[in-house]
């Protein structure tokens, strides 16, 4: 049986946000730090450089982070 927090059902399909993009979503990659650090500036986070590393790398046993990208 498979966990419900498998995010492989997810992350197969693409979404259509409400008055919105339709977007598919993916784990993380190391690719997506610069993307990942400009928004959470935006937002007014400040990441050190090791905060922003553990966001693309982790165990997906305990933590998961998910890239949206509009299609």
């Known amino acids: ?3 419900s927090s498998t995010p492989g059902a ?4 693409s979404y259509r946000l409400a008055g919105g993009p339709r977007v598919s979503l993916r784990l ?4 997506d730090l610069p993307g990942i650090g400009a928004l959470a500036q935006r937002a007014g986070i400040e990441l ?4 922003l590393a553990r966001l693309v790398r ?3 046993r305990r ?3 998910i890239c ?3 299609l």
Not at 10 to 13: A, E, F, M, N, V
Not at 28 to 31: G, I, K, L, V
Not at 48 to 51: I, S
């Open 28 to 31: 993380a990659r190391s690719r």
């Open 58 to 60: 982790f165990h997906p």
């Open 10 to 13: 997810l992350l197969g399909q």
């Open 48 to 51: 050190e450089g090791l905060e």
């Open 68 to 70: 949206a990208t509009a």
């Open 1 to 3: 049986m498979v966990p």
């Open 63 to 65: 933590r998961i982070v």
